[in-house]
């Protein structure tokens, strides 16, 4: 369960003070399916990367499963995040020089699993995204889709509880958007909390929770 | 991450810029290189000298005319006055020290040499038959001077003098003339080359009675002196100076230079000069270690996409720290050891090219260079690698 309270970013430019996020309060369910709409610079990234811990609020308390991250150090921050996170990005964030076996190993290697488990993990994955024939291509190799197929599955090899994907149809067009946007579904029916940033209404209107943010503030709440 | 997996990612890093890597280990090789040559360069000219030096006979005490500094309790006590002769009497006397093993007392001028209507001016040396042994001379043909030869008209030629002298070779037996004297020739000195000052493949040797008539003189040149034992040194340094001092009515007017002392202060320099040229090579693996950095700092301005990735998907910032070190640590260690390889070929090549060099990179040199390389490396990488950990990972995602 992701739990937000008074939430509150903040961002200089020379004098003028940007509230990313102003007081926000949100508490998001394990398994959800929740949207995130809104026009440009309204939060919505802000708000998801403080959820994956990613960005330090300036003010406010975040609860993670009933443990406060808040105040954790960087290194713990960054096992929660390695553990119950997955990040999904509108530019795919690709290693170029990485295969695409090695960009979803990343991951196991950073976990510390041992290579032979590795192995056979990403080998799983890379079968159940399809991605078999592609997995020694680098991602200059790949077509769009491919790519975001590739982050999407190094995103979920460990099994986080909540996919946080920042408008992850952004790069793509209309038919390989619906592609990605229905592997997404599938890993949020088989449990994972799935939160989607996102400009495309269709896509937004999909999930059962439709949030609208603007200026900072959630403007609308809506199962 | 685990240790070894940090290893792994950071060499394929390595691996993936190859031009990159190339160049920053070609700097690196060259500094390791420079210091191992250099320091075999430096050390094979030390042994080179070492040897000659020794070479010219062992446990030896050279006793000479004058004191060569002056009294530091009496600056200039002896001034004014020449120095007491040092003469065959003092040898003498010297012998019966119990230290000695042998002497050779010597005198050293110039004569007209004449055989077989051939005449040139040449060195004589005036000793006797110890100085053989002594200076570990070696001789082609015939004898030395014969014990107790003092006044018997024998003379041995140098190599180069013989050849010249007596093209056909026979040699031994033949008569001489040294000025006005008539001398036979009894030994002829094997090839030597130059040691110490002398080619000895051009002088003469002649009983040492010989050379002071000759020469017209009754002062020697030196006194060698030859003690039993490498121990015995200090010793016998000691009572030479108070026999010298009380046959010369307590003046202190001879000076006693000790094989080892000599030979210690060619160690010394020669040490200080490799450790000298060392140091100036090292310089060149200080200017790859600022390559190392300038080129890790371009690599995480070039990664930050990549950095900030690996924080998304939950690298801490040690990792990354770890990773950016451990690469630096690649490409200087790969250096250093194409370096230490590439110095060991060149000292080979020295070797080969100049035999009489004994051009061997001392163990140190080698062990340092490397280590200051690998060091270098990973401190070059220290700023960089720290930059990266602290990178933000929203900023750099966002390419802000
Ligand atoms: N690192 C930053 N420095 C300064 N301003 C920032 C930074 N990140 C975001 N902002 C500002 O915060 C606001 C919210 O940004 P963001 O969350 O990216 O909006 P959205 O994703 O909804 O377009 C914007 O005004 C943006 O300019
Ligand atoms: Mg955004």
Do not use: C
């Given at each position: 369960?992701?739990?937000?309270?008074?939430?509150?970013?903040?961002?200089?430019m020379?004098e003028?003070?940007?509230?990313?996020?102003?007081?926000?309060?949100?508490?998001?369910?394990?398994g959800?399916?929740?949207?995130?709409?809104?026009?440009?610079?309204?939060?919505?990234?802000?708000?998801?990367?403080v959820?994956g811990?990613?960005?330090?609020?300036?003010?406010?308390?975040?609860?993670l499963?009933?443990?406060?991250?808040?105040?954790?150090?960087?290194?713990?921050?960054?096992?929660?995040?390695?553990?119950?996170?997955?990040?999904?990005?509108?530019?795919?964030?690709?290693?170029?020089r990485?295969?695409?076996?090695?960009?979803?190993?990343?991951?196991?290697?950073?976990?510390?699993?041992?290579?032979?488990?590795?192995?056979?993990?990403?080998?799983e994955?890379?079968?159940?995204?399809?991605?078999?024939?592609?997995?020694?291509h680098?991602?200059?190799?790949?077509?769009?889709?491919?790519?975001q197929?590739?982050?999407i599955?190094?995103?979920?090899?460990?099994?986080?509880?909540?996919?946080?994907?920042?408008?992850?149809?952004?790069?793509?067009d209309?038919r390989?958007?619906?592609?990605?946007?229905?592997?997404?579904?599938?890993?949020?029916?088989?449990?994972?909390?799935?939160?989607?940033?996102?400009?495309?209404r269709?896509?937004?209107?999909r999930?059962?929770?439709?949030?609208?943010?603007?200026?900072?503030?959630?403007?609308?709440?809506?199962? | 991450?685990?240790?070894?997996?940090?290893?792994?990612?950071?060499?394929k890093?390595?691996?993936?810029?190859?031009?990159?890597?190339?160049?920053?280990?070609?700097?690196?090789a060259?500094?390791?290189?420079?210091?191992?040559?250099?320091?075999?360069l430096?050390?094979?000219?030390?042994?080179f000298?070492?040897?000659?030096?020794?070479?010219?006979?062992?446990?030896?005490?050279?006793?000479?005319?004058?004191?060569a500094?002056?009294?530091?309790?009496?600056?200039?006590?002896?001034?004014?006055?020449?120095?007491?002769?040092?003469t065959?009497?003092?040898?003498?006397?010297?012998?019966?020290?119990?230290?000695?093993r042998?002497?050779?007392?010597?005198?050293?001028?110039?004569?007209?040499l004449?055989?077989?209507?051939?005449?040139?001016?040449?060195?004589?040396?005036?000793?006797?038959?110890?100085l053989?042994?002594?200076?570990?001379?070696?001789l082609?043909?015939?004898?030395?001077?014969?014990?107790?030869s003092?006044?018997s008209?024998q003379?041995?030629?140098?190599?180069?003098?013989?050849?010249?002298?007596?093209?056909?070779?026979?040699?031994?037996g033949?008569?001489?003339?040294?000025?006005?004297?008539?001398?036979?020739?009894s030994?002829?000195?094997?090839r030597?080359?130059?040691?110490m000052?002398f080619?000895?493949?051009?002088?003469?040797?002649?009983?040492?009675n010989h050379a002071?008539?000759?020469?017209d003189?009754?002062?020697?040149?030196?006194?060698?002196?030859?003690?039993r034992?490498?121990?015995?040194?200090?010793?016998?340094?000691?009572a030479?100076?108070?026999?010298?001092?009380?046959?010369?009515?307590?003046?202190?007017?001879?000076?006693?230079?000790?094989?080892?002392?000599?030979?210690?202060?060619?160690?010394?320099?020669?040490?200080?000069?490799?450790?000298?040229?060392?140091?100036?090579?090292?310089?060149?693996?200080?200017?790859?270690?600022?390559?190392?950095?300038?080129?890790?700092?371009?690599?995480?301005?070039?990664?930050?996409?990549e950095?900030?990735?690996?924080k998304a998907i939950?690298?801490?910032?040690?990792?990354?720290?770890?990773?950016?070190?451990?690469?630096?640590?690649?490409?200087?260690?790969?250096?250093?050891?194409?370096?230490?390889?590439?110095?060991?070929?060149?000292?080979?090549?020295?070797?080969?090219?100049?035999?009489?060099?004994p051009?061997?990179?001392?163990?140190?040199?080698?062990?340092a260079?490397?280590?200051?390389?690998?060091?270098?490396?990973?401190?070059?990488?220290?700023?960089?690698?720290?930059?990266a950990?602290?990178?933000?990972?929203?900023k750099?995602?966002?390419?802000?």
């Open positions: 369960m992701i739990q937000l309270t008074a939430i509150t970013r903040i961002f200089h020379g003028q003070e940007i509230r990313a996020l102003d007081h926000i309060d949100l508490i998001i369910a394990s959800e399916y929740v949207s995130i709409m809104g026009p440009s610079g309204s939060g919505k990234s802000t708000l998801l990367n959820i811990l990613l960005d330090k609020p300036d003010s406010g308390r975040y609860q499963d009933d443990r406060d991250v808040t105040d954790l150090t960087e290194t713990e921050q960054a096992r929660v995040r390695r553990e119950k996170i997955g990040f999904v990005f509108q530019a795919f964030h690709l290693v170029p990485l295969t695409a076996a090695e960009n979803i190993e990343l991951p196991l290697i950073l976990a510390g699993i041992p290579p032979a488990e590795r192995k056979i993990r990403v080998e994955t890379l079968h159940a995204f399809d991605l078999s024939k592609r997995a020694q680098r991602p200059a190799e790949l077509s769009g889709g491919q790519r197929r590739v982050a599955a190094r995103a979920t090899i460990l099994r986080p509880t909540a996919l946080l994907a920042d408008e992850p149809t952004g790069n793509l209309h390989t958007g619906s592609e990605v946007v229905a592997l997404l579904e599938n890993l949020h029916h088989a449990g994972t909390t799935l939160i989607v940033v996102t400009h495309d269709e896509l937004g209107l999930a059962h929770r439709r949030i609208g943010m603007r200026d900072g503030f959630i403007v609308a709440d809506e199962q | 991450m685990k240790l070894q997996d940090t290893f792994l990612f950071s060499f890093t390595v691996t993936s810029y190859p031009t990159r890597s190339f160049l920053i280990i070609l700097a690196m060259l500094g390791v290189a420079a210091v191992v040559v250099l320091t075999a430096g050390d094979g000219a030390r042994r000298v070492i040897h000659r030096f020794s070479s010219i006979g062992t446990n030896l005490i050279m006793v000479l005319p004058g004191r500094e002056t009294a530091g309790s009496f600056p200039g006590a002896t001034m004014g006055q020449t120095p007491r002769d040092l065959l009497e003092d040898a003498r006397w010297l012998g019966h020290l119990p230290q000695v042998r002497y050779a007392p010597l005198n050293v001028g110039t004569a007209e004449a055989a077989a209507g051939r005449l040139r001016e040449i060195t004589i040396l005036g000793s006797t038959a110890n053989l042994p002594i200076r570990h001379m070696q082609a043909q015939g004898s030395f001077l014969a014990h107790g003092q006044y008209a003379i041995v030629l140098g190599a180069k003098l013989a050849e010249e002298f007596f093209p056909d070779g026979n040699v031994i033949q008569h001489v003339r040294l000025a006005d004297r008539r001398f036979m020739v030994g002829i000195l094997s030597q080359g130059e040691t000052g080619n000895s493949d051009e002088i003469v040797i002649i009983p040492i002071q008539a000759l020469l003189t009754t002062s020697l040149f030196r006194i060698m002196v030859e003690v034992n490498r121990s015995d040194i200090p010793s016998a340094k000691q030479i100076r108070e026999l010298m001092i009380q046959r010369h009515d307590g003046e202190e007017d001879v000076t006693i230079i000790t094989q080892d002392a000599v030979l210690a202060t060619f160690d010394r320099i020669f040490r200080a000069l490799t450790l000298g040229v060392a140091g100036i090579a090292a310089i060149s693996l200080a200017v790859a270690g600022i390559l190392i950095m300038n080129v890790m700092l371009v690599a995480v301005s070039q990664r930050t996409d950095i900030g990735l690996l939950g690298a801490p910032g040690s990792d990354i720290r770890r990773l950016f070190l451990t690469e630096a640590a690649w490409l200087s260690l790969t250096g250093a050891i194409f370096g230490f390889m590439l110095g060991h070929v060149g000292s080979l090549l020295i070797r080969l090219a100049y035999p009489e060099l051009a061997w990179p001392p163990a140190w040199a080698s062990l260079s490397i280590v200051i390389a690998l060091s270098t490396g990973i401190i070059a990488g220290l700023l960089p690698a720290a930059r950990a602290r990178l933000d990972p929203v750099a995602l966002s390419g802000r």
